[in-house]
């Protein structure tokens, strides 16, 4: 995750203080109350409970919410559980979870499409009876093939024409369970020809025997998306029933039903762009597989683009929200940099997570002027952001260990840190000198001698010099051994797929495990406890830590990197 490109506004302040946002769904609500057609809005979110939610469904959230929180109206959290058999109770669980630690709250207003399915059977009943639905025998296959295309018209089934009569009766059988899965289908008799698809008498109900999270077996026929959506909407008297693009075409259909059924209210549909994300894919279907198939953790892997996920890579909620308000909501499909997304979480923990120490690639220093078994602690301001978060000491001895990478033998130009002969600064403690290297039979450095100045106690000198460069270092006698575990992007390309082959676009090195060692602070850090790894990045404790076994997710590197510094040879990052 190096390659972040800022973008050029800053983000929000977070949610406390919403910004004056003006996007076209806040205009239209704001008209409609204007114009006394509501007195505050009415939203809702509707996850089908087939998967955890991704950070697509957190800008669906950060809007539906806001819009609700910002118009003093409400926002229900509504499960589109329609389809049995890939729903499950965990996915149920995990969704209200993550809705909650985004920071958002749909108080007593949970509700399920299947708490409906008794009304929308008795509206489907109404609608045949009024010679707008009939049971429809073909396949699946036969009811695809005779819709038509975008040129050519479809045609009519040979039972659309039944008797009221028949299709009650039918209807009513479908419900008993007297049909297998697929034989028969409920449709409505709309219009074969029409130009839009979703109109030529799109299917409402389907047999399936299988057992419901919530209803258990009491069904085994299940209204379709489209059957359930508009009705529940009017039902819970949403005004705003705001959607991705994709159901602009079923927005006509929406509002036939709507207009063809007696419902308590007419709610409207409103389509705005989905979150599309480089590095990223957002399909449930294919992070499923990602997880079925074992290419990652599970569904909180730190790679994956869940919430859950982003939680546990140390992603705080305010980031989200921030990264939400910062690219709005637009009408037009794109692809948004998921460096905007790091940009927005960098800023957010720049200003929260603590500074500490800890060395991932650990290079032995001896410092020979310093007494033997003498400890110091040293004091270590804990985030210079914020003073508030005050200071902490860590203790300095003989014996240190200091990045490999802050060395070099023969140093390029540019190259600040320590090389024989050259003195620095070790952060908050003292000025070292590199006095000899010491290398193994096969000739790698394993460890350096200095020579230390009592004087610059605290890090300065009384003479006013300055070292170019300060490291960190943890005390080799106190160090704590921790698993850190960095991460890199899932996807090795910014368009996973463009090539045909999505898992073959899977980035082999997008986790890398290394044994750190961490300053004795952080020996009993807590599950999802995010720190600065001082000049590292930003670090989370993972679910997987134990006292004195910490585990750290790497959540992003800091933004300037020496990479990135040797490539554009601009400015170095010591000093
Ligand atoms: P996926 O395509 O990932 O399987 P979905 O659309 O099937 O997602 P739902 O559970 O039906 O998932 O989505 C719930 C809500 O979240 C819907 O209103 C949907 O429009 C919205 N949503 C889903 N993906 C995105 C996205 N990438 N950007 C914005 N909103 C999204
Ligand atoms: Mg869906």
């Known amino acids: ?46 996850p089908e409970p087939n998967g955890y939610l991704h950070i697509g469904h957190a800008k669906s959230i950060c809007l539906n919410f806001g819009v609700a929180r910002e118009f003093g109206g409400r926002c229900h959290l509504r499960f589109d559980d329609t389809n049995p058999v890939k729903e499950e109770q965990e996915y149920l669980d995990a969704i209200q979870a993550d809705v909650r630690w985004l920071g958002f709250d749909w108080g007593e207003h949970l509700y399920h499409a299947s708490d409906y399915f008794e009304q929308l059977y008795a509206w489907a009943l109404n609608l045949i009876e009024g010679g707008l639905a009939y049971v429809d025998d073909q396949t699946a296959d036969e009811i695809r093939e005779t819709r038509g295309t975008l040129t050519a018209p479809g045609t009519h089934s040979p039972h659309r024409d039944r008797s009221i009569e028949e299709n009650l009766d039918l209807f009513a059988r479908m419900r008993a369970g007297e049909f297998s899965d697929g034989a028969r289908v409920l449709r409505a008799k709309i219009d074969m020809t029409s130009p839009n698809i979703n109109l030529r008498d799109p299917v409402l109900y389907r047999i399936v025997h299988a057992d419901h999270p919530r209803t258990g077996d009491a069904w085994c026929i299940y209204p379709t998306y489209d059957f359930a959506h508009g009705q529940s909407d009017a039902i819970e008297g949403v005004t705003h029933s705001i959607c991705t693009l994709e159901f602009e075409g079923h927005r006509p259909l929406y509002d036939w039903l709507v207009e063809h059924l007696s419902v308590p209210s007419a709610p409207h549909q409103y389509e705005f762009a989905r979150l599309n994300l480089t590095y990223t894919v957002l ?74 120490f800890g060395v991932l690639d650990p290079l032995r220093v001896v410092i020979d002027n310093y007494p033997e078994g003498q400890v110091e602690e040293v004091e270590v301001v804990n985030n210079p952001e914020d003073p508030a978060a005050g200071s902490r000491r860590v203790p300095f001895s003989r014996e240190l260990w200091i990045e490999r990478d802050d060395f070099a033998e023969d140093p390029p130009p540019k190259f600040f840190r320590l090389a024989p002969g050259r003195e620095v600064r070790l952060r908050a403690a003292y000025f070292v000198t590199c006095t000899d290297v010491v290398k193994d039979g096969a000739g790698r450095v394993v460890e350096l001698r200095c020579t230390y100045d009592p004087a610059t106690r605290g890090g300065d000198a009384p003479d006013g010099r300055r070292p170019k460069a300060t490291l960190h270092w943890v005390s080799a006698a106190h160090a704590v051994p921790a698993e850190v575990r960095l991460y890199d992007h899932l996807f090795s390309r910014p368009d996973p797929g463009a090539d045909g082959d999505l898992y073959a676009d899977l980035n082999p090195a997008s986790e890398t495990v290394v044994d750190g060692l961490v300053e004795p602070s952080l020996a009993d850090a807590l599950p999802g406890e995010t720190v600065q790894f001082e000049r590292l990045g930003y670090f989370c404790a993972d679910p997987d830590t134990r006292p004195g076994a910490p585990v750290f997710n790497r959540t992003l590197t800091l933004r300037d990197t ?14």
């Open 1 to 46: 995750m190096n390659d972040s490109t800022p973008p050029p506004a800053a983000p929000s302040p977070g949610a406390d203080a919403p910004p004056e946002r003006r996007d076209f769904i806040r205009e239209i609500v704001a008209a409609d109350i204007a114009a006394g057609r509501i007195r505050a809005p009415v939203t809702r979110f509707p």
């Open 283 to 356: 399909s449930k279907r294919v992070l499923l597989r990602l997880v079925t198939e074992g290419h990652v953790r599970g569904w909180d892997d730190p790679r994956m683009p869940t919430i859950s996920g982003l939680r546990r890579r140390g992603f705080p909620a305010e980031g989200i929200r921030d990264f939400a308000a910062m690219i709005g909501v637009a009408r037009t499909d794109s692809v948004i940099e998921v460096g905007q997304l790091e940009f927005a979480v960098r800023a957010v923990l720049n200003r929260t997570a603590p500074r500490r």
């Open 562 to 575: 020496w990479a990135k510094v040797q490539s554009k040879s601009g400015q170095p990052k010591d000093g």
